[in-house]
Structures are given as C-alpha cells and as structure tokens.
C-alpha cells in the first residue's frame, strides 16, 4: 500500500524547481470548499515569488501587483530549518497558529499548516518530503493512492476525514509527488 513515507521518497526524489526566493512562479489552484462546487471551483491563477512575498495577478484584464500576502506563521527562510523527526515536525505544525474564525478547531491544525505551507510557497523537495512524513503521523489521516483532485486529474492524496467542517484532500502529483 502507499504510505506517507513512500510519497515522501518519491517528493524528495524530484528536482528543485526553484532556487531563488525572489523567483517569479505561476500558480494556478482550485478550491472546492463543498462537493456540490466540484464542478465550479473557486479558481486563482497568478505569479508568486517562490517566498510568497510577491504577486501578481490579471482582474478584470489589468495586472495588479501586491507584496501584502497573507503567508503562514513559519516563514519560507525557516523552512530548512524545520525539525527533521516526522513527530517532532508534526507536534511544531500542530502548535504553529493557523489564521482562522473558529479558535476551538483544533483537529486538524497541524494538517492545515502543512496545506498552508505548500499553497504559500514553493517548497525545496526535501521539506516536501518531511511535511508529508509528518502528515504520516498525524491521527485521522489516510494516503490514497488514486484520488480525483479538484481538476479530475488522478494521483495519490492524503485524506484528513471526519473532522468539523468536512473533509479535506491535499492532492499531489502523480508525476513527482509535489503539491
């Protein structure tokens, strides 16, 4: 079967695709909020720097630029520095705040920063690799070999079910494993 491990391997096995964190890199996400929206996601597409300190993006057919990212607690800089134990890492994600309106949830925490940390930044394979180590660790958490990702495409995913607010799916490729 696959494991978080196994995914892990195959991330830190692909190459760097950045190595400047000034780098300008394009990015587009979908966002299904509820399964009833599969087949609208919320879609972005923009430029990022890979330290997500930058962006830019066309609205309503102007370029706009912005440096006032929301970007997680742990910054990019700090990303090499992160503990390499998957439960050491996995208790700093859970510890980590995670902006949001309902300070009770707390399930969840640690799979939500390792999400914001891959959404925010282009992350080096090796932190890649001990983000989903960590992920492995985590109680509640299923690795899904052949999982639909919000754009039909297939590949593994890991699966935080049956937590407030419903489930949530971090898709990666099936290419290289990286979000």
């Not at 760097?16 to 597409?45: H, L, Q």
């Not at 990019?76 to 996995?90: K, S, T």
């Amino acid at each position: 079967p696959l494991t978080a491990d196994i995914l892990a391997d195959r991330a830190a096995a692909a190459p760097n695709p950045v190595a400047d964190p000034a780098r300008w890199v394009y990015r587009k996400s979908a966002v299904v909020s509820v399964p009833e929206m599969a087949r609208e996601p919320e879609v972005t597409e923009r430029w990022t720097t890979a330290d997500g300190t930058a962006a830019a993006a066309y609205v309503d057919g102007r370029l706009e630029t912005t440096s006032f990212l929301e970007v997680p607690a742990i910054s990019y800089a700090a990303l090499r520095e992160l503990p390499g134990d998957p439960a050491a890492l996995a208790q700093l994600l859970a510890d980590t705040p995670v902006p949001r309106d309902d300070d009770a949830w707390n399930p969840g925490h640690a799979f939500e920063m390792a999400v914001a940390l891959l959404e925010s930044y282009i992350v080096p394979p090796s932190v890649a690799a001990s983000l989903y180590r960590a992920l492995g660790q985590l109680p509640g958490i299923a690795v899904i070999a052949d999982a639909a990702d919000a754009a039909g495409r297939r590949g593994p995913a890991f699966l935080l079910a049956g937590q407030p607010g419903g489930n949530q799916l971090l898709s990666v490729s099936a290419a290289d494993c990286r979000f």
